[in-house]
């Protein structure tokens, strides 16, 4: 199946502002694209790009006084296929990790895993290491929070999210990441395209989503606490250890969101 990705945001600035964006489509499915990620900014103003510490494409440029709108249209070819799922996949002990696992069992800004500790062992010691302990997680999270774009907030952590008990998809994400870390499951933050394909639509506007992967068997697999099925059309821009380090965009001075509309369909 082809899938149409896309977004205008608009950004408004009182000066020139120097700003980091993270909206490529990620290396890992650069292959898939059909023709050019055509990004284009109004007025126009030079892009040029990097890629992380984690391989992300990031892009630099300077917003202008009054503004710019940040536009992309793309098509992705995709399996079509929902999200991987196997039961029999393993956790495997620390001392046999890849080197480039560790630092996703570490704490980190919106995950911190010193707060959760006791709260995740009293929870799911008892849950069969592997498959079957993530789903747990997932099932946990999910049940425990209630999702809401008016819950929103930046500063909203894995441990405030667990007491407030309400949230958005990155606070989904961010709770349960938390919880598999302190269970010495090695997990990282997504963010990406996710439209309402093999579902009913929702209401809400399209959106970019967040989800996580685990280190099982040798291998990473996709969950996600939100909406907790598997899913299918998920386009991955850019993975870290939290929000932090894969924000959409990182303005160096003041700036303010004007626009913001994402568009991702199945090609019918």
């Known amino acids: 199946m082809q899938i149409r990705i896309g977004y205008d945001i608009g950004y408004g600035a009182d000066a020139a502002t120097p700003m980091v964006i993270m909206l490529n489509v990620h290396p890992s499915r650069q292959g898939d694209l059909v023709g050019v990620e055509e990004i284009s900014t109004a007025p126009y103003t030079p892009i040029t790009c990097y890629r992380d510490g984690f391989g992300n494409i ?22 079509g296929l929902p999200d991987v799922v196997v039961p029999t996949a393993t956790q495997l002990p620390i001392e046999q990790l890849p080197d480039d696992c560790l630092v996703y069992l570490m704490g980190s800004r919106y995950c911190e895993t010193d707060k959760l500790t006791d709260l995740a062992w ?23 929070l209630t999702f809401g774009y008016e819950f929103a ?38 963010t990406g395209y996710l439209g309402d394909i093999g579902v009913p639509p929702e209401e809400a506007p399209m959106d970019f989503s967040a989800w996580f992967e685990v280190y099982l068997s040798g291998s990473w697999y996709t969950f996600d606490a939100r909406h907790n099925v598997p899913r299918i059309g998920r386009i991955l821009v850019g993975r870290g250890r939290d929000a932090a380090d894969v924000p959409l965009s990182n303005s160096f001075g003041r700036t303010t969101l004007t626009k913001f509309q994402v568009y991702t369909d199945e090609v019918v």
């Open 58 to 79: 990031c892009g630099r440029l300077v917003v202008p006084a009054g503004g710019l709108v940040i536009s992309c249209r793309a098509t992705v070819r995709d399996s």
């Open 122 to 144: 009293s929870l799911f010691k008892d849950t069969p290491p592997g498959w079957a302990r993530v789903q747990a997680i997932c099932d946990y999270v999910h049940n425990h």
């Open 153 to 190: 907030a930046p500063t909203k952590s894995a441990h405030s999210v667990h007491d407030e008990r309400r949230g958005v998809c990155r606070d989904f994400a961010h709770l349960a990441v938390t919880l598999c870390r302190c269970m010495n499951i090695p997990t990282r933050y997504c």
